[in-house]
């Protein structure tokens, strides 16, 4: 397809319908996924409220470097999107594909770099349900803390890969010469797929990471 | 006007035919024809397990099945009936049909999107079919930890991940509906001319896309607390048992306003439309459909009373479900209030709306007993809970499927369904439906409690009645199965608009063809615009059907 033309699908009246409705589909998909990781959180500050000190102490066993180095990837992972987008929108070709090429390399940099920790905390035996060391003191709080720490970042690391999926495909299509200035939906909808979850990350650094950080 | 009377018109049953030409659909129509066939399936396979129950309670001791299958029964009864039931019934059947057509659209905004939604329904139901051959599950519908994490040695993590699946079909659905009222509605549509139904399918889709994600991501905590023995909700490995609590009401008490508020919208359709008058106080109905669907997620503690949350909570809790209490009584006030001095045919799904209004504010009013703390003590897990929400989900919710479904049957079949028959149906639910349940209000408040296959027999009497109630409960919902069917081949033609009235489902032919209207309607009034209350408007039902 070298012309890029949009196909109007048939329950819509125009265009303009059609990309307002995707997009608010991809507000209303976030809000529901705001709501998946609220409950994360949720169980996160009562935890919190029940061990303070043990969570202070077992934050001290996170790499809080490699978490900084994460958190500064994704951020520029974010700039590559915020890019694309802007290429999509004005018809710049090069930026648009060197964007998407951006987030999809920081996207995989780190996701290299949290299996890194992984494989780190299970060598510590810090990882509940495969290798934990249940003879360490103020086992069982540490465990809620390690057990909230993988179920949190792992979710976060599936809707990443997700997020790398999604734009794989549509590099492939920007390649394929399938989006113009008129037509691009998709590219803004993977980009607001992506910044959500770019933000989780943001709040997960400082939450899991930091919380003793300043002594 | 149009009609169809012509054979060889267009509609969207006849556009295509074959297996394919369904399981590949993207039409909305047929989507929800699709839904109806499997939630019957889904209702009658519960309904079995409920029937069962009822035949085991008819002598005090536990003779027919022991206490192990007893409580599997009950859980998967609850489990059936509320995620593969109850929650797609009205939006996924007459909300996906009645949608596009009520506000002037050619479909849904993500048709693909819809028939996906089908297919992971369909994929949880296999999961819960194989689960019921493989042994069920015996926790209970609630799936309390630390039992169903640490003890209970039954099918649990399949379970939790078929309810998981089904928990898409149903944000999706959800996500689907809130989109296409935003942004499909036809010229002239404004919000404050939407009929109410659309307004209850809004409100419930917002619950379904804010709740089901809780319960999904509490489920796979469970899950994985259950499959790698790690400490998240079991209180022997640092968990706390109460968070999951929180967790699964926080879904599950907005999910019994999933569960009502499309029935209420249904009801609000019939009652103006079937008594020819204009709803009384349309903007407060509205109001009070988003009032309950706000409301509604901040009262989930009171099913915690006498879990160990704190006295406060509990107070705060108890004072917000009393306040869910003015929506809902505005609302029957409503009715009521559009009723009088209407033209009120008593045509079925009017008797159905009628035993609505009456079965709800049996229902909700005992539910006012449940929010006070000092009588939730007395009669929590005992049978008054059972009679409660089986008022309210029974009395309320499937009457209003029912009703809703004879109304729009003509729509979405073409043909009309036999009214004598009918009528009689509709008169056994009633009346099966009340010996069943009224009883179990006085069973629970003289102590009977709830999930268990035995009892003391001084409760033996009631506890006949209540199963002597099901078995004519069972003969009035077998009932519709067998004329429904009958009518699809022998039943009259319906004709674009058999029972006279306003509506914009009702202005293009029955069935309706592929793209729902020839020509996008311009909408230039408000919803059931009758002529004021004009004495002797005639009742234009079918009289010749009347048997």
Redesign the interface.
């Known amino acids: 397809m070298s012309e890029a033309v949009a196909a109007l ?5 125009d265009l303009e ?1 059609q990309r ?2 995707a997009s ?2 991809m507000w ?2 976030l ?3 705001l ?6 959180f ?2 996160y500050a ?2 919190r409220f ?2 303070p000190q043990e969570f202070a102490a077992a934050s001290r066993d996170l790499e809080a470097g490699l978490g900084a180095i994460n958190t500064a990837v994704l951020i520029c992972s974010s700039l590559g999107m915020a890019l694309a987008v802007y290429g999509a929108q004005t018809g710049g070709r090069k930026r648009l594909l060197f964007g998407l090429a951006l987030a999809i390399v920081l996207g995989t940099a780190f996701m290299v770099i949290k299996g890194v920790e992984y494989y780190h905390h299970f060598e510590h035996a810090e990882f ?3 290798r ?1 060391d249940y003879a360490r003191p103020h086992a ?2 540490t ?2 803390f390690f ?2 720490y993988f ?1 949190m970042t792992g ?1 976060h690391a599936i809707h990443l890969t997700i997020g790398i999926a999604l734009v794989c495909v549509v590099l492939f299509k920007a390649w394929r010469r399938a989006y113009s200035p008129d037509y691009h939906t998709p590219v803004e909808l993977s980009g607001l797929y992506w910044h959500f979850v770019d933000i989780v990350w943001i709040f997960l650094f400082p939450l899991l990471y930091l919380i003793d950080i300043h002594k | 006007m149009t009609t169809n009377v012509v054979e060889t018109e267009q509609n969207y049953l006849n556009v295509s035919y074959g297996v394919r030409s369904w399981l590949l659909t993207t039409d909305h129509k047929r989507i929800a024809l699709l839904y109806m066939a499997s939630i019957t399936l889904m209702f009658f396979v519960g309904g079995f397990m409920a029937v069962l129950m009822r035949l085991e309670l008819v002598t005090p001791p536990g003779d027919l099945v022991t206490s192990a299958t007893y409580n599997k029964l009950f859980t998967m009864h609850g489990i059936i009936m509320v995620f593969f039931f109850l929650i797609p019934s009205i939006p996924a059947v007459l909300g996906n049909f009645l949608l596009p057509m009520m506000i002037g659209a050619k479909d849904l905004a993500f048709p693909r999107l819809n028939l996906l939604s089908w297919y992971v329904y369909i994929v949880g139901s296999v999961f819960t079919f194989w689960i019921v051959i493989a042994g069920g599950v015996d926790t209970g519908w609630t799936f309390y930890t630390p039992f169903s994490t640490s003890s209970s040695n039954t099918h649990v993590i399949p379970m939790t991940l078929g309810i998981f699946t089904v928990g898409f079909s149903s944000i999706l659905t959800g996500l689907n509906f809130i989109v296409t009222t935003h942004k499909m509605r036809a010229p002239g549509l404004t919000w404050f001319r939407l009929p109410l139904f659309v307004w209850a399918i809004y409100a419930t889709s917002i619950i379904q896309v804010l709740a089901t994600p809780v319960l999904a991501i509490s489920l796979v905590l469970l899950a994985v607390e259950r499959a790698f023995h790690v400490g998240i909700f079991d209180p022997k490995l640092g968990g706390d048992p109460l968070l999951f609590q929180h967790f699964f009401w926080f879904y599950s008490h907005p999910a019994v306003y999933i569960m009502i508020l499309p029935g209420m919208g249904v009801v609000s359709e019939l009652i103006p439309h079937l008594a020819r008058k204009k709803i009384f106080g349309y903007n407060f109905v509205c109001f009070a459909t988003l009032g309950i669907a706000f409301f509604g997620f901040l009262v989930w503690g009171h099913h915690m009373f006498v879990a160990g949350e704190s006295v406060y909570a509990a107070m705060t809790f108890s004072i917000l479900s009393y306040l869910v209490a003015v929506p809902s009584a505005i609302k029957v006030f409503n009715w009521t209030a559009t009723l009088y001095k209407g033209s009120v045919s008593f045509a079925t799904p009017m008797l159905y709306a009628l035993g609505f209004i009456g079965l709800f504010t049996i229902g909700g009013l005992t539910g006012l007993f449940l929010a006070a703390l000092g009588i939730d003590v007395h009669v929590h897990d005992t049978y008054f809970v059972i009679a409660h929400f089986h008022y309210i989900m029974v009395g309320g919710m499937v009457m209003a499927y029912f009703g809703g479904i004879h109304y729009w049957w003509p729509k979405m079949t073409g043909r009309l369904y036999p009214e004598g028959w009918a009528k009689l149906a509709a008169l056994i639910v009633f009346v099966g439906f009340n010996l069943t349940f009224f009883p179990q209000f006085i069973l629970g408040y003289m102590g009977m409690p709830r999930r268990y296959h035995a009892y003391a027999p001084e409760f033996q009497v009631l506890n006949v009645m209540s199963s002597a109630g099901a078995s004519i409960l069972a003969v009035g919902y077998l009932l519709p199965l067998v004329y429904l069917l009958w009518s699809l081949r022998y039943g009259r033609e319906a004709g674009a608009n058999p029972w006279g009235v306003k509506g914009l489902e009702w202005q293009t032919p029955s069935p309706p063809p592929p793209e729902n209207f020839a020509v996008t309607p311009v909408v230039t009034e408000e919803p059931y615009n009758y002529p004021s209350a004009a004495p002797g408007v005639p009742s234009t039902l079918q009289e010749a059907e009347v048997v």
């Open positions: 699908e048939g329950q819509f009246r319908q307002e409705a608010l589909g209303i998909f809000m529901t996924e709501l998946l990781f609220g409950a994360l949720t169980a009562v935890y029940t061990y509940p349900g495969l934990f069982q709080a465990q809620v057990f909230l179920a979710v």
